[in-house]
């Protein structure tokens, strides 16, 4: 075990550990053509969704108690690190380990998220690296922009997704018993830890029932949603590849900062196992990483996976846009000379 703070030196990667991913992308095709299966209970229910967030925003600016708004960010905050620093970086990955008290308090805050239980999140996540851009990536983004933001839930999974299922290993997860316990009772406990529990707790400081529900339970629920699909759609569409200009997902800070250190797309399909999924180590657009990082500080995360500046040139210097600040000028320069 490493020193407390410390990453493990034997985590950090060369070279030669590029082809040795799983997760590593594969080049995208153009998405197979077909008629898409509506599903009408689902547009119903998220159409009645965001019609009680923006309904919430708006009493979230303008009527709901100051601590109650207050309320309402740290569950952003904690339910959105459920997913990044949970779900995404520690479980999907596993580009960092986390003792049991960690591991605990990241599944409260992914159950608090509401976005399926971790073991059937992970899953569909590594489906998308492995296959992504393909007609098995449930979110598909070589569909459209609505499709991988939200229409992939609105519509019936391509049979691809259900015959490459099997192809994920989940043994893991699933060997985990505070992951199982989750999943076991996830429909007694998410509604509890998403909806009623953040609904109940602002009425203690004098803030009414209906408030309550709509800000701190729909209102921070949908935005959290809807900045976690950003990732699967906008940073899949709109920005620079410094790192793999033959895959779709782009760098993009707007995201990043919503999204808590998620923007940095393009350098996270080229580096899966980065813990940062960010080549900078700054704070500023990456919540996710300082928190973790002060996990590792008291010892409850440990074995913080990176990658080496020396495997990141070669990278980008090999499959990059260009666009990197340090390493982009030579590429062009290389370029122009073609």
């Given at each position: ?15 030669t ?9 594969i080049?995208?095709p153009?998405?197979?053509?077909r008629?898409?299966?509506i599903?009408?209970?689902?547009v119903i229910l998220?159409a009645?969704?965001?019609i009680g967030?923006v309904?919430g ?5 303008t ?5 109650t708004?207050?309320f309402?960010v740290v ?8 997913i990044?620093?949970g779900?995404h970086?520690?479980?999907a ?6 003792r049991?008290?960690?591991?605990m308090?990241?599944?409260?805050f992914?159950?608090i998220?509401?976005?399926?239980s971790v073991?059937d ?5 590594r489906?998308h690296?492995?296959?992504s ?7 598909n ?8 933001h939200v ?10 997704i ?20 989750q999943?076991?009772?996830y429909?007694?406990?998410?509604p ?8 109940y ?12 529900y709509?800000?701190c339970a ?5 935005y959290?949603l809807?900045v976690?699909w950003?990732?699967?759609s906008?940073?899949?569409k709109?920005g ?7 895959i779709?997902p782009?760098e993009t ?13 393009n350098y ?5 196992w980065?813990?940062?999924?960010a080549?900078l180590?700054?704070y500023q ?6 928190f ?11 074995d913080?996976?990176?990658v080496s500046t020396?495997v ?5 210097k ?5 666009s990197?600040k340090?390493?982009?000028q030579?590429?062009k320069?290389?370029i122009?000379q073609?």
């Amino acid at each position: 075990m490493p020193p407390q703070g410390q990453q493990s030196e034997s985590w950090v990667l060369n070279e030669t550990d590029l082809n040795k991913d799983a997760d590593t992308p594969i080049v995208p095709p153009s998405a197979e053509k077909r008629k898409l299966q509506i599903v009408w209970r689902n547009v119903i229910l998220f159409a009645l969704l965001h019609i009680g967030g923006v309904y919430g925003a708006y009493l979230f600016f303008t009527q709901a108690m100051w601590s109650t708004r207050l309320f309402a960010v740290v569950l952003y905050l904690c339910s959105g690190l459920g997913i990044t620093a949970g779900a995404h970086r520690l479980w999907a990955h596993k580009s960092y380990k986390a003792r049991l008290p960690l591991r605990m308090l990241l599944t409260l805050f992914n159950t608090i998220a509401f976005q399926d239980s971790v073991i059937d999140w992970a899953r569909d996540h590594r489906m998308h690296h492995k296959y992504s851009e393909t007609d098995a990536d449930p979110h598909n983004a070589t569909r459209g922009f609505f499709f991988s933001h939200v229409g992939w839930l609105l519509v019936r999974k391509h049979p691809e997704i259900k015959a490459k299922g099997h192809t994920i290993d989940m043994s893991d997860l699933k060997s985990d018993p505070v992951l199982r316990f989750q999943k076991r009772h996830y429909l007694l406990l998410m509604p509890l830890a998403c909806f009623i529990l953040p609904t109940y707790i602002p009425t203690l400081w004098g803030e009414t029932l209906w408030n309550a529900y709509f800000v701190c339970a729909i209102f921070r629920y949908v935005y959290v949603l809807n900045v976690t699909w950003l990732v699967n759609s906008a940073a899949h569409k709109w920005g620079d590849k410094p790192y793999d200009k033959n895959i779709n997902p782009v760098e993009t800070k707007p995201v990043s900062l919503v999204v808590l250190g998620e923007g940095f797309h393009n350098y996270h399909h080229t580096f899966p196992w980065d813990y940062k999924t960010a080549e900078l180590g700054h704070y500023q657009l990456n919540f996710s990483k300082l928190f973790i990082d002060f996990m590792a500080t008291i010892g409850w995360a440990y074995d913080l996976k990176t990658v080496s500046t020396d495997v990141i040139e070669k990278r980008v210097k090999r499959t990059g846009d260009g666009s990197h600040k340090e390493w982009g000028q030579e590429i062009k320069e290389k370029i122009s000379q073609e």
